[in-house]
Every structure is written in structure tokens, then in C-alpha cells.
């Protein structure tokens, strides 16, 4: 089995950086995956880590270390929009995703 | 836009019903994907299937039933459901599941399900 974790909620100001943090436990990796979901919608892909190190998009960066199983998502330059729920989810050696529950960002003014 | 859809959005129903829950990909993709999203809890998987095999059933009970007549259509039949089936019902669909990043997961917008 696998354990996903990170943190239930956090909260930044407009223009701030955050950065959210996903360990996990697992019996195989094969691949992590950050998703954004905003209330009522689909979650939508942000990022996808297969090897150690960071990968950039724009304002939202991804970084993994296997031998550590840790994994954050740093948001940059915080906007209004950027409110929503941040899903890790990791790949086993079969291909399938377990998801964590989810951290809520709230952005305020 | 995911180019993943999904009908109704919302749908109330008694434990006595049979409803069906619709998803459709526009994306080329050969796996399609069940999810069920409880309130504070994981997404939890509930369904897989690969060129239209079903290849992963997560112990899902049978008042849930599946069903994916192509590649690009997927359903979720519901029939007797109890009130703790209330849940956010997601699908989602992919290149075949493998290891590379090329079967990311691309969700539609959930089917909002209260059971009375």
C-alpha cells in the first residue's frame, strides 16, 4: 500500500510564495504527479516528477527526492486565482495514482 | 476545457433509483477511469479500463456497475445506493497506464451525486 501526505490547509497573501510538501510511503514509484482543483471543477494537471530534482512552469515549480519520498510544489507570485485545492499523487510500479487529500491554499489579499 | 465530460452535473437520487452516470473523452485516449471524492478524503479509484477492458475493480460494491462500450464513452450504473455513496463521482482518461509521463490522467468536471 501507500501513504500520501500533506497538509490540510495553508494560507498566503497575493503576491507571496508557498510551497506545499507530499511525502509519501510506497512499495513502488514509478512517477508523481501535482494536480490543482478548484471548488466544483475537475482537477487539472500541473506537474509531473519522475526523477530527482525540479522541474519549472511558469510561476509553479515541482521538486522530488525518491530517497527521501518528499516532494513539494512551490507557487510563485501568488494571484487571487491560485485559491484551490493542490493534489499529490503518486504512480505505483502498476501505473496507478493514489492521491492524497489535498491541500487547500487560500490566497488572500 | 480537458476535453473529458461528464453528465448529469448534479443528481439527486433515493436509495430505490437506478440513475447512470455518463463520461465522454475527446482526447484520443484508450483508458478511461472511475473516481470517487469524498469530502476531506482522497480521491479514491474505483474503476479502470484499457481498450475498453475493465482492468482494475477497487473493491468496489456491486450496486456500482461499470460499463465502457468504446474507447471514448464510459458509464456508471447506480442502482440501491446508500446515503454514504454521496460523493463527488470523477472520471478521468489517459494514454494506456504505464510509467511514463505520457499517461497523465486528465479528469472531466465530476457528476455532484446525493443519495436520500
Known amino acids: 500500500g501507500q501513504n500520501i501526505d500533506q497538509p490540510t490547509e495553508m494560507t498566503a497573501t497575493e503576491g507571496a510564495i508557498v510551497q506545499i510538501n507530499c511525502t509519501y510511503q510506497t512499495s513502488g514509484f514509478n512517477g508523481l504527479f501535482w494536480y490543482q482543483q478548484h471548488a466544483g471543477e475537475a482537477p487539472t494537471f500541473l506537474s509531473y516528477?519522475?526523477?530527482?530534482g525540479l522541474e519549472e512552469k511558469g510561476r509553479f515549480s515541482s521538486f522530488l527526492s525518491r530517497s527521501k519520498g518528499y516532494s513539494y510544489l512551490l507557487l510563485k507570485e501568488l494571484q487571487m486565482k491560485d485559491s484551490a485545492s493542490y493534489l499529490c499523487?503518486?504512480?505505483?510500479?502498476?501505473?496507478?495514482?493514489?492521491f492524497g487529500a489535498g491541500t487547500q491554499v487560500v490566497v488572500t489579499p | 476545457e480537458t476535453g473529458v465530460t461528464q453528465t448529469p452535473r448534479h443528481l439527486v437520487m433515493g436509495m430505490t433509483n437506478k440513475k447512470s452516470l455518463k463520461c465522454e473523452q475527446h482526447l484520443g485516449h484508450n483508458a478511461m477511469y472511475w473516481y470517487k471524492q469524498s469530502a476531506k478524503k482522497p480521491l479514491e479509484l474505483m474503476f479502470v479500463y484499457n481498450f475498453k477492458e475493465q482492468t482494475e475493480n477497487n473493491s468496489v460494491p456491486s450496486r456500482f456497475s461499470p460499463e465502457c462500450p468504446n474507447s471514448s464513452h464510459l458509464f456508471l450504473h447506480l442502482h440501491t445506493l446508500q446515503p454514504e455513496d454521496s460523493a463527488l463521482y470523477l472520471c478521468a482518461s489517459s494514454h494506456p497506464p504505464g510509467t511514463s509521463g505520457r499517461d497523465t490522467q486528465y479528469f472531466g468536471p465530476g457528476t455532484r451525486l446525493t443519495v436520500l
Open positions: 499523487a503518486v504512480r505505483d510500479s502498476w501505473g496507478k495514482l493514489q
Open positions: 516528477n519522475v526523477l530527482d
